[in-house]
């Protein structure tokens, strides 16, 4: 009987920068990837990709599909892209005897209520925080809470509605912003009961990180730390730059790792991948979140494994593909060279036109790519509204300082071309 290529299923909202990373990570080490995607049923694979069409707002549709596809052609493991597929992934391995995420956890961990439920329950350190409804009048709440305080929503990623509130004016703008934010056509269509909610916590002053780890069977792996060496103090709170390794003590890595493990325990994560976002201060480690996938975007090339046996480095999507599918990661460590990646923030809403300085910001000594991802003629919108950016540069070698360094030279040599958009006058 002929050997069969072990098949990984990969759960993604569309094809991107990073569904091709994993193919690619995948077509490396022999695995067949198969995809299911948030589409329409009724098109015959307008990608061309043999996806299993899903819609990730109807859960039970979706995992049906999934285990009748698996029936038909059997898969050896599940990944996922963004934080919309976590529970029917999550689901499935269930269904389908796998270990991975508990679907319970899975969408605690996609919940910013929850999540904190879950937190405070086992004792770890939160903020105070509320939750109210969407249409509750931010005027009669603004004379109730203390400041400074962070209005978000329960179910956006990327820092999308984020806004700090430090008396009650700013408060009454935050609420009535975030509420045409979570109005708006694009988030109405995630089908998402949390998005009528909205979360209201203390503001936790400190530095931030991103810790990208691996659960394995409970058992936490740290890959990676990131230190974000902006300040993120409002009144938005867009990422830039992460960098690692961070420039810290050993002692506070390991009370990050320490709290990002007891975070996941709190939540009920089991197997898979985890991302983590964390803040330290005066008052302590603060775990954000632990969501349920690994790092977004383009965001993982700034990341780069080296194992016993292999010819040169490999991809965080090749350390993944291995364990979604059963095999061996424990010799696979991050090199020890420096890395950072900056997501090109929007500097002002517009039409897009274009970037000049492309290839003098690549120029620039310790620079390995400068990917704009934007189209010509897209409209752009900033956070905390937006939920994109410009493109991605990725620095690598020497020291974090020096990395950090060359990200803030190659992105000072970007000059972005923006056009107003002109009002439509009836």
Same mark, same amino acid.
């Given at each position: 009987?002929?050997?069969?290529?072990?098949?990984?299923?990969?759960?993604?909202?569309?094809?991107?920068?990073?569904?091709?990373?994993?193919?690619?990570?995948?077509?490396?080490?022999?695995? #067949?990837?198969?995809?299911?995607?948030?589409?329409?049923?009724?098109?015959?694979?307008?990608?061309?990709?043999?996806?299993v069409p899903i819609r990730f707002h109807r859960e039970?549709? #979706?995992?049906?599909?999934?285990?009748?596809?698996?029936?038909?052609?059997?898969?050896?493991?599940?990944?996922?892209?963004?934080?919309?597929?976590?529970?029917?992934?999550?689901?499935?391995?269930?269904?389908?005897?796998?270990?991975?995420?508990?679907?319970?956890?899975?969408?605690?961990?996609?919940?910013?209520?929850?999540?904190?439920?879950?937190?405070?329950?086992?004792?770890?350190?939160?903020?105070?925080?509320?939750?109210?409804?969407?249409?509750?009048?931010?005027?009669?709440?603004?004379?109730?809470?203390?400041?400074?305080?962070?209005?978000?929503?329960?179910?956006?990623?990327?820092?999308?509605?984020?806004?700090?509130?430090?008396?009650?004016?700013?408060?009454?703008?935050?609420?009535?912003?975030?509420?045409?934010?979570?109005?708006?056509?694009?988030?109405?269509? +995630?089908?998402?009961?949390?998005?009528?909610?909205?979360?209201?916590?203390?503001?936790?002053?400190?530095?931030?990180?991103?810790?990208?780890?691996?659960?394995? &069977?409970?058992?936490?792996?740290?890959?990676?730390?990131?230190?974000?060496?902006?300040?993120?103090?409002?009144?938005?709170?867009?990422?830039?730059?992460?960098?690692?390794?961070?420039?810290?003590?050993?002692?506070?890595?390991?009370?990050?790792?320490?709290?990002?493990?007891?975070?996941?325990?709190? =939540?009920?994560?089991?197997?898979?991948?985890?991302?983590?976002?964390?803040?330290?201060?005066?008052?302590? =480690?603060?775990?954000?979140?632990?969501?349920?996938?690994p790092i977004g975007g383009l965001c993982a090339r700034?990341?780069?494994?080296?194992?016993?046996?292999?010819?040169?480095?490999?991809?965080?999507?090749?350390? +993944? !593909?291995?364990?979604?599918?059963?095999?061996?990661?424990?010799?696979?460590?991050?090199?020890?060279?420096?890395?950072?990646?900056?997501?090109?923030?929007?500097?002002?809403?517009?039409?897009?036109?274009?970037?000049?300085?492309?290839?003098?910001?690549?120029?620039?000594?310790?620079?390995?790519?400068?990917?704009?991802?934007?189209?010509?003629?897209?409209?752009?919108?900033?956070?905390?509204?937006?939920?994109?950016?410009?493109?991605?540069?990725?620095?690598?070698?020497?020291?974090?300082?020096? !990395?950090?360094? &060359? +990200?803030?030279?190659?992105?000072?040599?970007?000059?972005?071309?923006?056009?107003?958009?002109?009002?439509?006058?009836?």
């Open positions: 009987m002929p050997h069969r290529a072990p098949r990984l299923l990969l759960l993604a909202t569309t094809t991107g920068y990073q569904t091709r990373a994993f193919g690619e990570a995948a077509g490396r080490q022999g695995v #067949a990837l198969a995809f299911g995607t948030d589409r329409c049923d009724r098109l015959d694979d307008p990608w061309r990709d043999a996806a039970d549709e #979706a995992v049906a599909a999934l285990v009748d596809a698996a029936a038909r052609e059997p898969i050896d493991g599940i990944l996922v892209v963004g934080d919309r597929p976590v529970v029917i992934a999550a689901r499935l391995a269930a269904a389908l005897g796998w270990p991975g995420h508990p679907p319970a956890a899975a969408a605690v961990s996609r919940d910013k209520r929850l999540t904190r439920e879950a937190l405070a329950g086992a004792g770890l350190p939160v903020p105070w925080f509320r939750t109210v409804p969407l249409d509750t009048d931010p005027v009669s709440l603004a004379g109730t809470v203390p400041y400074p305080c962070v209005v978000k929503p329960l179910a956006l990623s990327g820092s999308r509605g984020v806004i700090r509130a430090d008396d009650p004016a700013t408060f009454e703008q935050a609420f009535e912003r975030l509420g045409r934010l979570l109005r708006s056509t694009d988030v109405r269509a +995630l089908h998402d009961p949390a998005l009528d909610f909205v979360q209201i916590e203390g503001f936790i002053p400190g530095q931030e990180y991103a810790v990208e780890a691996l659960l394995d &069977r409970g058992r936490l792996r740290v890959l990676a730390i990131f230190e974000k060496p902006d300040p993120l103090d409002g009144p938005f709170f867009e990422e830039t730059i992460y960098v690692t390794p961070p420039r810290v003590m050993a002692a506070v890595t390991d009370a990050i790792e320490s709290a990002v493990a007891a975070a996941a325990r709190a =939540i009920g994560l089991y197997h898979g991948p985890i991302h983590a976002e964390c803040r330290v201060g005066a008052g302590g =480690i603060f775990v954000l979140e632990v969501a349920a996938r700034a990341l780069r494994f080296e194992a016993p046996g292999l010819s040169g480095p490999c991809s965080l999507e090749d350390l +993944l !593909v291995r364990h979604a599918i059963g095999q061996p990661t424990d010799g696979w460590r991050r090199e020890a060279a420096a890395a950072g990646v900056m997501m090109i923030p929007i500097p002002r809403a517009g039409l897009y036109r274009g970037v000049d300085g492309a290839d003098e910001a690549a120029a620039v000594d310790g620079i390995e790519a400068v990917v704009l991802s934007a189209r010509p003629d897209q409209s752009l919108v900033p956070l905390p509204e937006g939920a994109s950016y410009l493109g991605f540069i990725f620095a690598r070698g020497g020291t974090t300082a020096a !990395v950090e360094a &060359r +990200l803030r030279e190659a992105h000072g040599r970007l000059r972005v071309r923006i056009d107003p958009v002109l009002p439509v006058v009836r």
